[in-house]
């Protein structure tokens, strides 16, 4: 089942999700629940940084803890699922929209390496080295039209989203991105 759509629009909140460390560690989180040691491994970094971003994102909601796999102190850390939803930026602050643009980067980045890694890896992936899709379209769209086709691309991600335990045994992960913005034309891009 889809989780409802949930606009952030507190700030501190967006500076929480947009922050460099974070977004790694929810990188990692996509791969399942992980303790802060195990994380910091991964990372390179501290258990004391990773013990306090993990703790900072679970004030804002993005991750909880999982109770169940913890070990006398050791805290475990599962991502929340939600269809996270930023303002228009009609609505949005100037502190909005700095945090968000940086957030788009550090994202754009991250998918850059993604693909680097995947490219790098495909001669040993074996069925998977074909698996990679790509498309590119020019739609004509007013912007509710714009809107009604992302919310039925997310409809559609969501119907191609089993649970870990529902997925079939030669599954994996899956990233998956889609960017749609306006052309701008030549007059627009010399104003």
Same mark, same amino acid.
């Given at each position: #089942?889809?989780?409802?759509?949930?606009?952030?629009?507190?700030?501190?909140?967006?500076?929480?999700?947009? !922050?460099?460390?974070?977004? $790694?560690?929810?990188?990692?989180?996509? $791969?399942?629940?992980?303790?802060?040691?195990? &994380?910091?491994?991964?990372?390179?970094?501290?258990?004391? %940084?990773?013990?306090?971003?993990? *703790?900072? #994102?679970? $004030?804002?909601?993005?991750?909880?803890?999982?109770?169940?796999? /913890?070990?006398?102190?050791?805290?475990?850390?599962?991502?929340?699922?939600?269809?996270?939803?930023?303002?228009?930026?009609?609505?949005?602050?100037?502190? #909005?929209?700095?945090? &968000?643009?940086?957030?788009?980067? %550090?994202? @754009? /980045? =991250?998918?850059? =390496?993604?693909?680097?890694?995947?490219?790098?890896? *495909?001669?040993? &992936?074996?069925?998977?080295?074909?698996?990679?899709? @790509?498309?590119?379209?020019?739609? *004509?769209?007013?912007?509710?039209? &714009? *809107?009604?086709?992302? =919310?039925?691309?997310?409809?559609?991600?969501?119907?191609?989203?089993?649970?870990?335990?529902? /997925?079939?045994?030669? /599954?994996?992960?899956?990233?998956? !991105? %889609?960017?749609? @913005?306006?052309?701008?034309?030549?007059e627009e891009s010399t104003r």
């Amino acid at each position: #089942m889809a989780p409802e759509p949930q606009e952030i629009t507190d700030v501190e909140a967006l500076r929480a999700l947009a !922050h460099p460390m974070r977004q $790694k560690i929810e990188q990692c989180l996509r $791969k399942g629940p992980v303790n802060s040691a195990a &994380l910091a491994r991964e990372l390179g970094e501290s258990t004391g %940084l990773t013990s306090y971003h993990l *703790r900072q #994102m679970a $004030k804002h909601g993005f991750i909880e803890e999982v109770p169940e796999l /913890a070990k006398g102190r050791e805290r475990w850390w599962r991502a929340v699922p939600r269809d996270r939803r930023f303002p228009p930026y009609s609505r949005q602050t100037p502190e #909005m929209r700095e945090v &968000l643009t940086q957030m788009h980067r %550090l994202n @754009f /980045a =991250e998918l850059v =390496e993604n693909v680097r890694q995947f490219e790098d890896a *495909r001669d040993a &992936l074996g069925p998977w080295a074909d698996a990679a899709i @790509f498309s590119r379209a020019t739609l *004509r769209l007013d912007p509710d039209r &714009l *809107r009604e086709f992302f =919310e039925e691309y997310i409809a559609l991600i969501h119907r191609y989203s089993p649970s870990q335990e529902e /997925a079939a045994p030669d /599954a994996r992960a899956v990233l998956v !991105h %889609l960017l749609g @913005f306006p052309e701008i034309s030549r007059e627009e891009s010399t104003r």
